[in-house]
């Protein structure tokens, strides 16, 4: 793990997190959940279209003119190559 990096503190957040991830699965409704998937689905043809015009574009780039998150930008680029 890298210097600095606190694993105590790094297990509290995920623990959060996934408390979080819970409480919104229980009260999402099918039509949230279509929402979501259909603004995902949005993002990542326009992530697609950005890379195929500069395919040497950073992540850090993608994640500023998507304006989402860098994470969301790797989740993205996974969920591409695995078509």
């Known amino acids: ?3 600095g990096v606190d694993p105590q503190n790094m297990c509290r957040q995920l623990y959060g997190s996934m408390g979080i991830l819970q ?3 229980e009260e999402a409704t099918e039509d949230l959940v279509i ?16 890379r195929r015009e500069e395919p040497g574009l950073s992540t850090i780039e993608l994640s500023r003119r998507l304006g989402i998150s860098e994470t969301a930008i790797e989740f993205l ?3 591409i190559e695995q078509g």
Do not use: G, K, T, Y
């Open 1 to 3: 793990m890298d210097e």
């Open 23 to 25: 409480r919104l699965s």
């Open 35 to 50: 929402l979501f998937q259909d603004w995902l689905d949005a993002v990542q043809r326009e992530c697609e279209q950005i």
């Open 77 to 79: 680029l996974e969920r």
